[in-house]
C-alpha cells in the first residue's frame, strides 16, 4: 500500500524560504522508474505542477519556478525535500506530494496535501 | 509548454446523470493523458492514465477515450461522491501541464 504524507511549516514570512518534506511508504525510491513529484493548488485556482526526482536523482522544475526550487531525496529515510526560495504571498497555496513511474508519466498515488500560507 | 483546456469549467448535474468532460491539448500528446479527482479534505485520486485505462480501484462508470489533442472524461452514471473538481494532466513533456478544473456540481 502506498501512502505519502506532506509535512512542513502551515505559515512562512515573505522573503522566508520554505522546506516541505513528502514522507512515504510501500515503495523505495531507489528502484527502477520510481519517481515522487509536487504539486501546488492555490485557493480557487488549478492544480500546478512544481518538480519531480526520479530514482535516478533525475530532477524536473518547472521552468517558471527552476531558480526557486530544489529537490532532493533520502532513500533511506523514505522522504523527498521540496525547497522554495524567497517565498512569495501568491505562492499560498496547497502543497502535494505525489508518486510516479518515468513510464507512466502521471501520478497515481497522492498525499492529502498541505496548506501553506504566505503572509507577513 | 503544452496548454491543456478544459470545458466546461463548471457542470450541474444530478444523480444518475451521465457526464462528459473535454480535454483539449495545444499539441499532439499521443495517449499521454491523465484525468484525477479532488474532493475536499482527501486525497487527490488518479482516475484515468494513458486517454483510456482505467486506474486500480476506480468504478467502471469512469471511462476516459481520445488521443492526439483531444480527451473525454465520462461518467455514466453520477453517483452523490463523484461530485468534485477534475483535472486533466498531459505527461507527454516537461513541463507536466494541467488544464484549468471542472467543478461538477450537484443540480
Known amino acids: 500500500q502506498i501512502t505519502l504524507k506532506e509535512s512542513g511549516p502551515t505559515l512562512v514570512k515573505p522573503t522566508q524560504t520554505l522546506t516541505l518534506t513528502c514522507t512515504f511508504s510501500g515503495f523505495s525510491l531507489s528502484t527502477n522508474d520510481v519517481g515522487v513529484g509536487w504539486i501546488r493548488q492555490p485557493p480557487g485556482k488549478a492544480l500546478e505542477w512544481l518538480a519531480l526526482?526520479?530514482?535516478?536523482?533525475?530532477?524536473r522544475y518547472s521552468p517558471s519556478l527552476k531558480s526557486r526550487l530544489t529537490i532532493t531525496k533520502d532513500t533511506s529515510k523514505n522522504q523527498v525535500v521540496l525547497t522554495m526560495t524567497n517565498m512569495d504571498p501568491a505562492d499560498t497555496a496547497t502543497y502535494y506530494c505525489?508518486?510516479?513511474?518515468?513510464?507512466?508519466?502521471?501520478?497515481?498515488?497522492w498525499g492529502q496535501g498541505t496548506l501553506v500560507t504566505v503572509s507577513s | 509548454d503544452i496548454q491543456m483546456t478544459q470545458s466546461p469549467s463548471s457542470v450541474s448535474a444530478s444523480v444518475g446523470d451521465r457526464v462528459t468532460i473535454t480535454c483539449r491539448a495545444s499539441q499532439v500528446i499521443s495517449s499521454r493523458l491523465a484525468w484525477c479527482q479532488l474532493r475536499p479534505g482527501k486525497a487527490p485520486k488518479l482516475l484515468i492514465y494513458t486517454a483510456s485505462r482505467l486506474q486500480s480501484g476506480v468504478p467502471s462508470r469512469f471511462s476516459g477515450s481520445g488521443s492526439g489533442t483531444d480527451f473525454t472524461l465520462t461518467i455514466s452514471s453520477l453517483h452523490p461522491e463523484d461530485f468534485a473538481t477534475y483535472y486533466c494532466q498531459q505527461g507527454y513533456t516537461f513541463p507536466y501541464t494541467f488544464g484549468q478544473g471542472t467543478k461538477l456540481e450537484i443540480k
Open positions: 505525489a508518486h510516479s513511474l518515468y513510464s507512466d508519466s502521471n501520478f497515481d498515488f
Open positions: 526526482i526520479y530514482w535516478d536523482d533525475d530532477k
